[in-house]
């Protein structure tokens, strides 16, 4: 039952975001995708509060808690020039905040999880705005290819280990942090994010044109980056968890957990996307179209 919870709840949500990127992407309104980030990013704030709470590192909210809407609509307005200065008055807020706290080792532990807190969700979140809102040759429909592409890798690293480690896994992965990872899912989830990518692909002729004639190695290497990067996400979060001695991080979606556990491996996955395709896609594709 836990099961077809996860893949309902799973298909209904992936529907309704695709559905407002299209919306995005047909009314020249990028900024529509600011809002999803927003709540998403509100809520796994909070969550990453609760779990460091219990793992013993107390934060200010009063300190925390503003920045996550000011992190994403500076992400937004602007083009996101304004971003890191912003980045940089967050981190500095944090560091006047916490320097000052007794005992000397508590005060520091505060002061990294505080400044590691601001860069973990909004700085690596606004990175999904800058792949659908930056398209190549300024095609919206590339931009809603290119989002699809990174969402459905994850999405699918993440459904294909689950359900391959289910049926196959018997090696484990990392025994101490998340018992139930197996290498037979990892590798299973890697293959599934690749397939995922074609199907993203597919929603932009000049996406398909690349990948499906001159530029399909792409794809396998971005299968194997941002499935890592996605493992390692997944995993930090995990380590959270068990620091704090619970399951899930909330309650977000039935069957899934908490908004942390399900934007974990995208949180991690999206820079490495990101400059990979700034690196050694977006020229080609922007020739293309």
Partial sequence: ???????????????????LLWLGARWSAPWVIGLPILGVAWLGALELLRLLDLAGISLSRRFYLPWIPILVVMSVIAEGRYLNLAVVFALGTQLVRHLGDLPQRDGLLRVGAACLSILY?????????????FAPGGDR?????????????????DSGAFF???????????????????????????LVAVVGALIGACISPVWRT??????????????????????????????????????????????????????DGLLFALPVFFWYFEMFLRATLERVG
């Fill in 164 to 190: 391959v480690g289910k049926l196959v896994g018997r090696h484990r992965a990392f025994p101490s942090v998340s018992p139930n990872k197996t290498w037979e899912g990892i590798v299973g989830g890697s």
């Fill in 1 to 19: 039952m836990r099961t077809l919870r996860r893949v309902i709840s799973g298909l209904l949500a992936g529907g309704a975001i695709f559905g």
């Fill in 210 to 263: 690349v990948v499906l004639w001159s530029g399909f190695h792409h794809l396998l290497i971005l299968g194997v980056l941002v499935s890592g990067a996605a493992q390692i996400g997944d995993l930090f979060e995990s380590k959270l968890k068990r620091a704090a001695g619970i399951k899930d991080s909330g309650v977000f979606l039935p069957g899934h957990g908490g908004a942390l556990d399900r934007i």
């Fill in 141 to 157: 429909m590339a931009g809603l290819a290119t989002v699809s592409v990174v969402l459905l890798m994850v999405w699918g690293f």
């Fill in 121 to 133: 969700i909004p700085w690596l979140f606004h990175f999904l705005y800058r792949l659908y809102a």
